[in-house]
């Protein structure tokens, strides 16, 4: 391991022993241009043979999945929120485009300007293939492994479900199958991009919100695009997850969001729990000494 | 969405957060209560090698059967807990392929497995005269000896690791406890350790292992209750509260009994069960405050935006 191994900058593909790995592949999640149209929640069911995570309404506007899960590997989430004016439709130049949605405005009624006085959020979640990896650091059977694309993937010969990386994972993605034993989650299509293929997802998507590709490119890309939307007005446009500084390191799946975080049921400020496991060991291993005097001093001044 | 008030009453204004429905963003631990069971098993096992290791030091006979003897128990009983709580049982195993130092459960395993060997032999030392075998009887006695005193030089690993085991995940209230919770578990487990020496064989080294584990849980538990402040609610209110309060009575109880019966031989034997039931509570409060904290998105979005918070102070810049 890497001095810099458990946290920091790092390419994750070197730092995992691959020489001379191709590029590190991602996805950017731009969710400005996101319709809700739940493909790429679909495309990966199908792609992957998914199970079905359950039929509920659980009434979160029209979000029936709920989030990720072991048989949810992309969510699409809705928000409905009050907001003063749209920028984002004024912003798109041409006024009003039908994308699919519902409109917040009777059929045909065309009026220039605000739209509404609220908006849709709609974003489609996804395993951020974490430059340090919580899920991954702390299996304890290797079935989490590095790929040579830096990636983060689960071996399903090997995993034993004991079940620690559901609780590693500072996302809340990893997850154990009901009735399987196993932990399932994104692979980033491991069987497609090996291939030269684009992962089902962003494959499928119609908008184009799911951008798969070189992760310094897109990198790019997204820095662009926030410009972009805020040169037109859209001034709660953020990234999420693109530092390469973050808590863990850089996400290998990035955002594009229209308000904070925490709104779409993402952590505002995730770290990786293994950057603070030396510390840790360092309290357990006094802890341990300190156990050990006690039992000594326990029996001390007793001869048999 | 919008903040969500919590269930609890608290001295503490509830704190204003967004969330998405409400949701959970971290995933409550998939761990039943089989792991909170093995973190007490664990903990007797290393409390009780402790013990017989002690009694083998001093010429007792008594503390060192018994110690061994239950450590014996709790050694299966922890291999029991463990392999059912994974969700394929029948690949415990593959936790031997590899030895990951930055897992601490593959470090745990290899612990508990070490301490498994040297524990077994030691343990198997007491039924020797019982054997067939002149060859057996022979050899096991100094073989359980120095697998005695192997498995007391790895019992403190075997009663902390459990606390980096917990701190190291994204579980909020397990996560910011990390400075304390290996001194919590150590207290923990030898107040345990001494336990069984109350009720076998009551002496002065048992009473004063009660009264140093005791001390320590409970000094390193008022910082996991107190020293985090929301996260350390958890610690405080609904099920892990009450848990945990009783666990501090029956331990505060149990040491105070230990000394101060130390003539009735009934009174320690009670304080001795005070003991064990005060480990056990523990780690079973310790388990569910984790739990809620991980469920509640409170314990993750309103600590993390203080972070942020904090950060921008310093840097000038979101
Ligand atoms: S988001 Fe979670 S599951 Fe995905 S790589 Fe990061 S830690 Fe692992
Ligand atoms: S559940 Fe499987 S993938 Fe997750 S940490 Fe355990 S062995 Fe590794």
Redesign the pocket.
């Known amino acids: 391991m890497g001095s810099n191994s458990l946290y920091g900058p790092i390419d994750p593909a070197t730092d995992a022993g691959y020489v001379d790995p191709p590029p590190r592949m991602g996805f950017f999640t731009d969710t400005s241009v996101c319709i809700g149209c739940k493909a790429c929640e679909v495309a990966c069911k199908e792609w992957n043979l998914v199970p079905d995570d359950g039929f509920n309404l659980l009434g979160h506007s029209y979000d029936n999945t709920g989030g990720l899960s072991a048989n949810s590997w992309r969510h699409v989430a809705f928000v409905e929120q009050p907001f003063a004016g749209d920028a984002l439709a004024e912003a798109a130049g041409t006024g009003t485009q039908f994308l699919g949605m519902p409109l917040s405005d009777l059929p045909g009624k065309a009026t220039p300007g605000p739209r509404g006085d609220f908006r849709w959020l709609m974003m489609s979640n996804v395993?951020?293939?974490?430059t340090h990896?919580?899920?991954?650091?702390v299996c304890p059977t290797g079935a989490?492994f590095r790929t040579e694309f830096g990636?983060?993937v689960v071996q399903q010969d090997i995993c034993n479900g004991c079940g620690y990386?559901v609780s590693?994972?500072?996302?809340?993605?990893?997850d154990r199958r009901e009735g399987d034993g196993r932990a399932w989650?994104?692979t980033l299509c491991y069987d497609r991009i090996g291939d030269g293929l684009t992962p089902a997802c962003a494959k499928a998507c119609p908008t184009e919100s799911i951008q798969f590709g070189e992760l310094d490119e897109l990198r790019e890309r997204a820095a662009r695009r926030v410009e972009d939307l805020h040169e037109q007005g859209v001034a709660e446009a953020r990234l999420y997850g693109h530092e390469e500084d973050n808590g863990?390191g850089g996400?290998?799946?990035f955002f594009l969001l229209l308000d904070e975080p925490e709104v779409y049921g993402l952590p505002p400020d995730p770290v990786?729990a293994t950057r603070d496991l030396p510390r840790m060991w360092k309290r357990a291993g006094l802890a341990a000494l300190a156990m050990a005097a006690s039992a000594v001093v326990a029996f001390a001044g007793r001869r048999g | 969405m919008s903040p969500r008030g919590g269930g609890d009453r608290s001295m503490v204004p509830e704190a204003e957060f967004r969330s998405y429905y409400g949701r959970p963003i971290v995933r409550p631990p998939v761990w039943t209560h089989d792991i909170a069971s093995y973190l007490f098993t664990g903990g007797l096992a290393a409390g009780s090698a402790l013990l017989a290791a002690g009694g083998q030091a001093t010429g007792d006979a008594t503390l060192r059967r018994v110690g061994r003897t239950v450590t014996l128990g709790a050694l299966g009983a922890s291999t029991y807990f463990l392999i059912i709580d994974l969700g394929r049982p029948e690949r415990f195993h593959h936790m031997l392929r590899v030895a990951k130092p930055t897992s601490p459960m593959s470090m745990g395993t290899w612990i508990l497995a070490s301490f498994g060997g040297v524990a077994a032999v030691a343990g198997a030392a007491e039924f020797a005269p019982l054997l067939p075998s002149r060859l057996l009887r022979r050899v096991l006695p100094p073989a359980g000896d120095a697998a005695g005193y192997g498995a007391a030089v790895l019992a403190p690993a075997l009663a902390t690791y459990t606390a980096v085991l917990f701190a190291d995940t994204?579980v909020p209230s397990w996560n910011a406890v990390h400075p304390e919770l290996p001194f919590m578990f150590a207290g923990s487990a030898l107040a345990s350790g001494a336990g069984v020496g109350l009720i076998a064989a009551p002496g002065k080294p048992a009473r004063r292992m009660a009264v140093l584990g005791a001390a320590m849980e409970l000094a390193a538990g008022h910082r996991v209750e107190h020293g985090h402040g929301l996260l350390s609610e958890p610690y405080r209110q609904g099920r892990p509260g009450k848990l945990l309060q009783a666990a501090r009575l029956l331990t505060a109880a149990g040491a105070a009994g230990a000394v101060l019966g130390r003539r009735s031989r009934a009174v320690s034997a009670l304080s001795g069960l005070a003991l064990l039931a005060g480990s056990a509570l523990t780690r079973f409060g310790v388990f569910e405050a984790g739990v809620v904290s991980a469920k509640d998105p409170k314990y993750t979005v309103v600590p993390q935006r203080e972070r942020l918070a904090a950060k921008t102070e310093v840097t000038g810049q979101p």
């Open positions: 395993c951020k293939h974490c990896a919580g899920c991954l650091d989490l990636t983060v990386c590693g994972c500072p996302y809340g993605v990893i989650k994104c863990v996400d290998g799946a990786v | 994204a």
